[in-house]
């Protein structure tokens, strides 16, 4: 009975270092997969069995033989891989703890750590299996990725363009010559604004200063369409403008900008525009100092309609597009799932995982809150095998299954001769 106990014995660790070096030569091939977590076996001993009836030695310690190992826990090590840099600004790779979740073509959700995405030819942001990722899309009504709402299907569609902004702001860095002599002939600076109409037409304004003789250090403004076409409320746009003894802006005073409404008769919308001369913080972009009266700088709030020219994506998951209007809008978020115990997902292949009961619900959310991970656009995470470590559980698992192939030929050398004891 002895020798069967240890032929059997030594078969389950046959089996078992069997099971590790299939482990091993999975990571192994993994090596190169996008996403991939390495495992790692682990073995457990059979309970023991009494030997012949006895249940304990005379000191009363228990009398067992062991009945071999078996395969106990294969383990994902979900530890941080290296980061690869490349060419495709939809490459994502996260940075610490969480998956990306996706919808599989048969409609299950999933989680994965490998972020080779692309587009499909319907805009959707799929895995390099056409699974569809999931997050959070641009509403065409705010123009707001909203992340309170249920994830869906990431779409940028190629064509998405942006609509044109009409001009409600405008700012001029000016400086107004304090010697400038008032009956000189007029206006004593003219600095030209372009705005943009609902359309996206643009459209030059010019503003005209002159210099009055009294009362001192006051200067007015008139807003003037050199084209003649555009039609203002009030019909003449003017005002004035008053600087202290050092050269800065008392009228209008902080809360007084001067606006105006602007019809440029071509169809498009009135819109009402107003001339920033002090900021929000109440400091003023003109000055009346005794150096020449100039433009510096000029800004406005407008755009004409543009085409999406560039995505990018920055660490909280946002996928912005850069437009050739100059704009960069938030089109998308893309969703990121942790797990209670990571080590409860089950592989499903193609680099992803399915939760179970002992993963637990997932708890999805956006990047760098709630434990997520932030993300690295424009990069992929590498597998985390190390060659090292697997090379020398390789030599380990071996010299296992050797020695335990050893035993079992002992044990049929000692079997044979017990045969034999009848000859």
């Known amino acids: 009975m002895g020798l069967y106990s240890a032929f059997y014995a030594s078969l389950s660790a046959l089996g078992a270092n069997s099971s590790a070096l299939g482990v091993i030569g999975n990571n192994l091939a993994n090596l190169n997969t996008i996403g991939y977590k390495g495992s790692s076996a682990t073995f457990q001993d059979i309970f023991s069995a009494s030997l012949g009836g006895l249940t304990s030695q005379g000191n009363g310690n228990p009398l067992q033989i062991g009945l071999g190992t078996r395969l106990g826990v294969v383990a994902q090590n979900f530890g941080q891989g290296s ?53 959070w899309n641009r509403d065409p009504t705010t123009g707001l990725v909203n992340t309170s709402q249920t994830p869906a299907a990431v779409q940028i569609a190629a064509g998405f363009t942006t609509q044109a902004l009409a001009t409600a702001h405008f700012r001029l860095g000016i400086n107004l010559n304090s010697n400038q002599d008032p009956t000189a002939a007029a206006p ?41 076409t ?11 403008l008053t600087f202290n003894a050092s050269g800065n802006l008392i009228t ?119 434990g997520r991970g932030g993300i690295l656009g424009a990069n992929l995470e590498l597998s985390n095998v190390d060659v090292a470590e697997e090379f020398t559980r390789l030599i380990v698992s071996q010299r296992g299954y050797q020695a335990s192939s050893r035993v079992v030929t002992a044990t049929d050398q000692l079997l044979q001769e017990t045969l034999n004891l009848k000859q």
Do not use: E
């Open 83 to 135: 980061f690869a840099s490349t060419q495709n600004p939809l490459d994502m790779a996260i940075q610490g703890s969480g998956f990306f979740t996706v919808q599989t073509k048969d409609g299950r959700v999933a989680f994965t750590r490998a972020g080779n995405f692309t587009r499909d030819n319907n805009g959707f942001l799929v895995t390099s299996d056409g699974s569809q990722v999931l997050g």
């Open 188 to 228: 004593h600076l003219t600095s030209p604004i372009q705005l943009y109409d609902s359309q996206g037409n643009i459209h030059t304004l010019n503003i005209q200063f002159t210099k009055q003789a009294a009362p001192p250090n006051t200067w007015t403004y008139t807003i003037v369409d050199p084209n003649g």
């Open 252 to 370: 209008p005073p902080a809360g007084a900008n001067p606006s105006f409404q602007v019809d440029w008769n071509n169809g498009t919308a009135t819109q009402t525009v107003t001339w920033d001369v002090r900021n929000s913080d109440g400091s003023s972009n003109l000055t009346q100092y005794a150096s020449a009266s100039s433009t510096n700088s000029s800004y406005q709030d407008g755009y004409g309609a543009g085409s999406l020219r560039d995505l990018s994506v920055d660490q909280n998951g946002i996928i912005s597009g850069t437009f050739t209007n100059g704009q960069v809008l938030a089109l998308a978020q893309v969703a990121i799932a942790t797990f209670a115990n990571p080590n409860g997902l089950l592989q499903i292949g193609n680099s992803s995982w399915s939760q179970t009961i002992a993963s637990g619900a997932p708890t999805i959310g956006i990047a760098n809150q709630g």
């Open 230 to 240: 555009a039609s203002f409320t009030p019909a003449v746009v003017t005002g004035s």
